[in-house]
């Protein structure tokens, strides 16, 4: 957990930091800034993707989780989760409110979701090695001066759900080790990746995806590794 805590750290850190020079950007570079970053978002996501072994279910992950997201309504539920935290520590204007949802939302998403925060998360919880989320510490920490350069407070807020979601996987994965095969984390970077470019795709203006709606998609190879793959082997011997 020692490392999750200076993951979370790092965020905060570079938050604080990139808030501090944000204002000396220009809006153009600014937005400019946030392009780079988008597309060195969706690298990120190609390159996870690939990790993927079973491509059939990393589709069906993908078509079943936003559909449950959907059910769920999980974009809409984190957006007003945005706007209490909000409400809590500030009281600026409407632009001000968008932009940190957005921040809350998009680095919720680009520190949660990928190979390096569920592999590192797993190594340190089964092999009590901690050097794959001290790397993720640094990237995530000059990632989020960017964005919050940009994007302001909102990306801070993000540490809570880094820490309490590899936080998680520490804790369980110590418990289920049996279960996160070689195969069931290559898928799982798999599902990952595609919805890190998802949200490259959103940081980019391409097109408006529901990213949060996408997030049960991670659970579905879980589940099937862990149930349902075990029932067809018992069933059909």
């Not at 790092?10 to 570079?29: C, D, P, Q, W, Y």
């Not at 690298?43 to 449950?68: D, F």
């Not at 369980?172 to 919805?195: E, N, Q, R, Y």
Request: proline share 1%.
């Amino acid at each position: 957990m020692k490392a999750v805590i200076i993951n979370a750290l790092a965020i905060i850190v570079g938050t604080f930091a990139g808030n501090l020079i944000g204002n000396r950007f220009s809006k153009k570079l600014e937005e400019e800034i946030l392009d780079i970053l988008g597309i060195a978002v969706i690298y990120i996501g190609i390159s996870s993707a690939l990790k993927g072994e079973n491509t059939l279910l990393i589709v069906i992950s993908l078509v079943i989780g936003v559909a449950l997201g959907n059910l769920i309504n999980i974009e809409e539920k984190l957006n007003g989760l945005g706007d209490k935290v909000l409400g809590l520590v500030s009281k600026r204007s409407k632009t001000s409110q968008g932009n940190f949802i957005e921040g809350f939302v998009t680095a919720s998403l680009i520190f949660s979701v990928g190979s390096m925060a569920i592999l590192g998360s797993i190594s340190a919880g089964i092999l009590k090695d901690n050097s794959i989320l001290i790397t993720k510490s640094i990237l995530d920490g000059v990632t989020s001066i960017v964005l919050a350069s940009s994007l302001g407070f909102g990306v801070g807020f993000s540490s809570l759900v880094v820490f309490i979601y590899q936080g998680l996987i520490v804790i369980f994965s110590s418990f289920l080790k049996d279960i996160f095969t070689p195969g069931l984390i290559a898928d799982l970077s798999g599902v990952g990746g595609i919805l890190i470019m998802a949200i490259g795709f959103n940081m980019l203006k391409i097109k408006k995806l529901n990213t949060a709606n996408m997030l049960p998609a991670i659970l579905v190879p879980i589940v099937y590794e862990s149930l349902i793959r075990k029932l067809i082997e018992i069933i059909f011997g």
